[in-house]
C-alpha cells in the first residue's frame, strides 16, 4: 500500500480534525471550570475553599487516563448512551480543569490585594471587583501560561487513542497496523510526529512571542 495516498491522508486528517476540535472543547471548558474553581478557592470561604482544594488535588493526583476511562465507562449509566468521544473530552475537562485552576488561582494571588481596597472604596461588590478588575489582571499575567498548558492539552489528546476514540493518533495505528515494511511504518511515524510538531511548535512561538511583547511593554 502507498503509505501517503489520497485515502490515507483523508483518513488521517479526519482523525486530525477530531483531535483539534477535542483539544478546542477541553481548553474552553477547562479553561471556564478552571477559573471558578481557582475563585472558590480563594475566595469562597471555608466550605468552598475546601471543596474546590478537594477537586484539585484529586484530579492533580491522579492519572488522565483514569478520568478518561471513567467518563467513557461510568456516565453513560447515569447519562445515557452518546458518542465516546465527547465522554472522553468531559473526563479530559475534568482533569485539565484542576490544572487550569492552579494557573489561574497564581495569577489572582499576583494581584495586589489593595486592589480590592481600591475597588470597595468606589462602591464595588465583590462579584464586579473579580469580574471587572481582579480577573482582567490575573489572565493578562498568565496568558504565556495558558498558552503552553493548551500545548500539553493537544498534546494529550493521544490518550484518547487507548478508548479506541478516532483522533489523530489511533487513526494513525490503525494505518500502522497494516503496513509491513520499516520504511513505510518510519515514514508513517514522522508524518504524525511532524503534524503534532507543527501545531505544536506554532503554538510556542505564540507563547514566545507574547511572552516577549509583554514583557517590553513593562
Same mark, same amino acid.
Given at each position: ?13 479526519? !482523525?486530525? &480534525? ?28 471555608? @466550605? ?6 478537594? /477537586? ?7 492519572? +488522565?487516563?483514569?478520568?478518561?476511562? $471513567? ?5 453513560p449509566s447515569f447519562f445515557g448512551r452518546a458518542d465516546p468521544a465527547l465522554w472522553g473530552s468531559i473526563g479530559?475537562?475534568?482533569? $485539565?480543569?484542576?490544572?487550569? =485552576?492552579?494557573?489561574?488561582?497564581? !495569577?489572582?494571588? =499576583? ?6 481596597? =481600591?475597588?470597595?472604596?468606589? !462602591?464595588?461588590?465583590?462579584?464586579? $471587583? &473579580?469580574?471587572?478588575? @481582579? *480577573? ?16 500539553? $492539552? ?5 490518550? +484518547?487513542?487507548? *478508548?479506541?476514540?478516532?483522533? +489523530? ?5 490503525? *494505518? *500502522? =497496523? ?7 511504518? &518510519?515514514?508513517?511515524?514522522? &508524518?504524525?510526529?511532524l503534524w503534532y510538531f507543527v501545531i505544536c511548535f506554532s503554538l510556542s512561538i505564540l507563547v514566545r512571542y507574547y511572552d516577549k511583547k509583554t514583557? /517590553?511593554?513593562?
Open positions: 500500500m502507498q503509505v501517503f495516498s489520497a485515502e490515507n491522508l483523508l483518513f488521517l486528517w479526519q !482523525g486530525l &480534525l477530531l483531535t483539534l476540535k477535542i483539544a478546542i472543547f477541553t481548553c474552553v471548558v477547562s479553561i471556564i471550570f478552571g477559573t471558578v474553581l481557582a475563585i472558590l478557592r480563594n475566595y469562597g470561604g471555608k @466550605i468552598g475553599s475546601k471543596l474546590a482544594g478537594a /477537586y484539585i488535588e484529586i484530579f492533580r493526583n491522579t492519572p +488522565l487516563l483514569l478520568w478518561m476511562l $471513567t467518563a467513557v465507562f461510568v456516565l479530559f475537562s475534568l482533569y $485539565t480543569s484542576s490544572v487550569m =485552576a492552579e494557573i489561574v488561582r497564581g !495569577g489572582l494571588n =499576583a494581584v495586589p490585594k489593595g486592589q480590592f481596597e =481600591a475597588a470597595y472604596s468606589q !462602591g464595588f461588590g465583590k462579584f464586579f $471587583t &473579580l469580574r471587572f478588575i @481582579i *480577573l482582567p489582571q490575573a489572565f493578562r499575567n498568565i496568558v504565556p501560561s495558558l498558552l503552553s498548558q493548551i500545548i500539553t $492539552t493537544f498534546k494529550d489528546t493521544s490518550f +484518547l487513542a487507548g *478508548l479506541q476514540i478516532a483522533e +489523530l493518533t489511533y487513526q494513525s495505528k490503525i *494505518l *500502522l =497496523a497494516q503496513l509491513k515494511s520499516f520504511e513505510e511504518i &518510519l515514514a508513517m511515524l514522522s &508524518l504524525i510526529a514583557r /517590553y511593554a513593562f
